[in-house]
């Protein structure tokens, strides 16, 4: 089976996306002989990348036999769209979270409104298919399909911690020698929380655990609203604001080695939303306990006490049990990291996710 893959999101360019497009490309490779037509930059500069993209897949699809279009997320519907009708090829994309969620006239009626014309939409979650029903998806044409992790070779390898502690230290001028490192990694934008878990969350935490210390991993436009609440509870010397940090490198293998505690403190916002959470499949397999909100599509990422502690929306005293019961218990946070990352992989190995993708494929070429 020959697929052409097209991705506007994809490394050298930092993201959730970029990375589960990568391993995603990676892993069906294994299995099928997959064509990649990627974009690694700015999306300032998507309409480009759309014309360059259109002009390489007709030259592909007329010199190649090609099976199957894979699109990497809804916005590249219209391609898709196209490229049907042009060749009279199945067309599938992947709804990952803002592409179901974003309004506006010109959005629904472009990217929607071509969703809707391909052969089939993957939702990496069930809350996902739920919201494109909404929008006038046709139930048939939405496969929920969760987004997958896999462990590199380099993964494998344990991280000697007081040798990894002191590449962070030099790396950000900090001190982590004896504390307790609470971690999260993402994108800085209002649906993360990581305000909230500062103002509401963390404060409380030091009390109690006076070592305790945040590291934030990411960048986006709240990071002024951060560094804000950062100042205003005097926490400089508690929180550090890493920014961005290439998945691949060293420094963040290192980061998770170090941690103590993965939190993912989603709130919900109108107009964005958290399809699935991939963030915490990584932190599962590095056997890295998660305290998480069940908001959106996070809930079928962390299993509640499988891979990580589930917590109602808002319920914040129990947000704060959770995380001190890891922060105060060396022993038990190892064991329930150990059982995490055994039921992560077994669960949404890459192997397993693309044998799914494929299943697909073929019930489209059969019809």
């Not at 307790?180 to 103002?199: T, Y």
């Amino acid at each position: 089976m020959k697929v052409l893959y097209i991705t506007r999101k994809f490394p050298p360019s930092i993201g959730g996306m970029q990375t589960q497009s990568y391993f995603f490309h990676k892993a069906l490779s294994r299995k099928s002989d997959v064509l990649l037509i990627s974009w690694g930059s700015s999306q300032l500069f998507l309409p480009f990348f759309i014309i360059y993209a259109a002009i390489k897949s007709i030259i592909q699809l007329t010199s190649r036999k090609i099976d199957i279009i894979q699109l990497g997320d809804l916005v590249l519907s219209p391609l898709g769209v196209l490229l049907k009708l042009l060749f009279n090829k199945p067309v599938l994309a992947v709804s990952h979270g803002r592409d179901s969620a974003y309004r506006g006239l010109l959005y629904n009626f472009f990217i929607i409104g071509s969703a809707k014309k391909l052969n089939k939409i993957i939702c990496v979650s069930d809350y996902l298919k739920q919201r494109l029903r909404l929008r006038g998806l046709c139930n048939e044409k939405l496969e929920v399909i969760p987004n997958g992790i896999s462990v590199n070779e380099a993964d494998e390898l344990s991280l000697d911690r007081e040798q990894a502690i002191s590449e962070i230290e030099a790396a950000y001028g900090i001190t982590l020698k004896d504390k307790k490192i609470i971690l999260s990694v993402s994108r800085l934008v209002a649906k993360k929380g990581i305000k909230e878990f500062i103002d509401r969350i963390f404060v409380k935490i030091i009390s109690d655990v006076g070592n305790a210390v945040f590291l934030v991993v990411g960048d986006g436009p709240e990071k002024i609203r951060i560094a804000q609440s950062i100042k205003k509870f005097g926490l400089e010397d508690k929180v550090c604001l890493t920014g961005s940090v290439k998945h691949n490198s060293c420094i963040y293998k290192a980061l998770f080695s170090i941690a103590d505690v993965f939190v993912m403190p989603n709130i919900r916002v109108e107009g964005d939303a958290e399809g699935f959470g991939v963030v915490a499949l990584e932190s599962s397999v590095r056997e890295l306990p998660i305290v998480a909100y069940g908001v959106d599509g996070i809930g079928e990422a962390v299993h509640n006490n499988e891979n990580g502690m589930l917590i109602e929306e808002g319920n914040e005293g129990l947000f704060i049990d959770n995380l001190l019961y890891f922060l105060r218990n060396k022993d038990s946070k190892q064991k329930f990291g150990e059982k995490a990352k055994k039921y992560t992989l077994g669960h949404f190995g890459w192997d397993i996710i693309c044998d799914r993708y494929i299943d697909q494929y073929k019930k489209i070429l059969n019809k």
